[in-house]
């Protein structure tokens, strides 16, 4: 590899410094303004919403050099994956896409190829691709998005592959332009990186040392989005509940959310909860303010000790339960989880206490996985001698009792009615779709009128995975 690269480095992923995390504004050198006129981009992105949100930011810096976007990679100029790494099926598709790829740019080698997000920070990947996809132009990691603009730019002059990817934690750059989704509901970083180091997660490694976003940065951002009409945010992290504890003495993800309250926007939501971080006064705020939703996604992963316990989750069962308990006594509140099959050395028993605390808490619903051993992490070196035909009948079994608890906890909500955020025309013919509080699909009937407001929709019929309703006038 080239001289002045910049490989990923597990070593250095793996260090939490002490050094205060530098804070600097997003900044677009000149000659880099209009390289995109007449040109156009493709994106696809994987992963989880700070994934999702990451594109926004691509999109957003796209576009302000002038390129506009386009659906069909085969029109693109340049194509941009924006990768995950949770797990090996993420990795595949990933790989699958840079196959199809090899085979347009051997039509067109003007085509500009990069590729950026979880993926990129891994040793591995790197060395793969610096071997077999050298057609990719170049490779940036999640620290520095911001370099996108620079690196492209360099591209278009030198075709050679260029890596740089930087394994130690970023700085946090502000006002990186943006193009959201949706004009109705936003994402708002609130905190980067993780420092749980869960033993079967590469996250702490792909997205580095835990750091705070400044609330007054937050709260500047969601009185913006208010302006501009959006109807909800969602505060992201990988583990919003440790929100300020790298950066202030004494003020956390409760008195962020106190604070974003009083900007009036009518939802707020937050992503995803550690339960070990969640205070008796987080509880209190969601149940003392409307516009912060009765919603909260609790990862369980596990309802075994040991397994638990060998996963690094800091809980145990009872506690977990403990926790469920306060949450629940909030009236009318939704709770979601997520769980991993097949941890190595999980047996039948281990598997069976997960049922048995899925039997207890009776999840609204759940995302469901089959463990993956990812690069580098400890649980990777554990061995691992359930088969994949049992970690399969696992999963099937387990997602049979949590789509049996959805249905019923659904089925509470019959010729009810409830707000649902109505944001566009569902696949199923004439009706509107949106979603509940509680984060619950509802397809209604109802006019396009109603698109982007908050609606009162009756449920008239209730399934596992979405609702249907009618709007009252
Ligand atoms: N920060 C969140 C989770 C982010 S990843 C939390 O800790 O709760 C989303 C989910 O992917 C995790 O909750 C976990 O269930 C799953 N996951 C993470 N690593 C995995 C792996 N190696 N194999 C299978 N599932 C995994
Ligand atoms: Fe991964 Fe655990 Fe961090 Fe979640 S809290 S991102 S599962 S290490
Ligand atoms: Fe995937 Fe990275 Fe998110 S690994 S789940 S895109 S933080």
């Known amino acids: 590899m080239g001289d002045n690269m910049q490989i990923p480095n597990y070593e250095k992923a793996r260090k939490r410094s002490k050094e205060e995390t530098l804070i600097r504004d997003f900044n677009l050198e000149d000659n880099c303004l209009n390289i995109g006129i007449n040109k156009k981009f493709f994106l696809k992105t994987y992963g989880c ?22 659906e069909t ?71 520095n998005l911001d370099d996108l603009p620079k690196l492209l730019n360099n591209s278009l002059r030198d075709k050679k592959l260029n890596i740089e ?33 869960c033993t079967y997660c590469i996250v702490p490694y792909t997205r580095g040392k835990q750091r705070s976003r400044r609330k007054e940065d937050i709260l500047k951002e969601v009185k913006e989005l208010v302006k501009d009409g959006y109807q909800e945010i969602t505060l992201l992290g990988q583990n919003v509940n440790a929100y300020g504890k790298d950066l202030y003495d004494d003020y956390g993800l409760a008195d962020l959310l106190v604070e974003v309250s009083k900007t009036n926007i009518p939802r ?13 006064k987080l509880i209190e705020v969601i149940r003392d303010h409307d516009n912060i939703v009765n919603f909260v996604h609790l990862p369980i992963q596990s309802g075994n000790n040991r397994i638990l316990k060998l996963m ?20 009318n509140i939704s709770i979601t989880t997520d769980i ?10 281990e598997f069976n206490d997960t049922l048995d605390i899925v039997n207890y808490c009776k999840f609204d619903s759940a995302f ?78 109802g006019d396009e009128d109603n698109i982007g407001k908050i609606v009162k929709v009756k449920i008239t019929d209730a399934k596992s995975f979405s609702l249907d309703g009618e709007l009252v006038e």
Request: hydrophobic fraction near 30%; aromatic fraction near 10%.
């Open 368 to 445: 469901t996985f089959i463990y993956s051993p990812r690069e580098n992490t400890p649980a990777s070196k554990l061995k691992d001698d359930i088969t994949l035909k049992e970690k399969e009948e696992r999963l099937y079994k387990l997602n049979e009792l949590i789509n049996d608890y959805s249905l019923k906890s659904n089925k509470k909500m019959l010729n009810k009615t409830y707000d649902v955020l109505a944001e566009g025309i569902s696949t199923k013919e004439g009706k509107l779709f949106g979603y509940t509080e509680t984060n619950k699909l509802v397809n209604f009937t």
């Open 165 to 197: 990817v930087y394994s130690k934690e970023g700085d946090i750059v502000e006002n990186i332009p943006v193009v959201r989704e949706s004009k109705y509901k936003a994402y708002v970083n609130i905190i980067y990186g993780c420092d749980k180091f």
């Open 268 to 280: 707020i939501r937050f992503l995803t909860s550690h339960p070990w971080d969640f205070s008796d």
């Open 49 to 70: 919403q700070m994934n999702e949100h990451d594109s926004e930011n691509i999109r957003g810096m796209l576009e302000t050099m002038g390129f506009k976007e386009t």
């Open 73 to 143: 990679m085969e029109d693109a100029q340049f194509i941009i994956l924006n990768t995950c790494s949770i797990r090996e099926n993420a990795h595949n598709k990933a790989f699958g896409m840079l196959g199809r790829i090899k085979h347009l740019k051997e039509e067109h080698p003007d085509i500009i190829v990069a590729l950026c997000g979880c993926m990129a920070q891994e040793e591995g990947v790197v060395a793969e691709i610096s071997k077999k996809y050298k057609f990719v132009n170049f490779v940036f990691g999640t620290h």
């Open 340 to 349: 991993i099959v097949g941890f190595p050395g999980e047996t039948e028993e």
């Open 312 to 331: 690094g989750r800091r809980y145990t069962r009872e506690s977990y339960k403990e926790l469920y308990d306060k949450l629940r006594s909030i009236p």
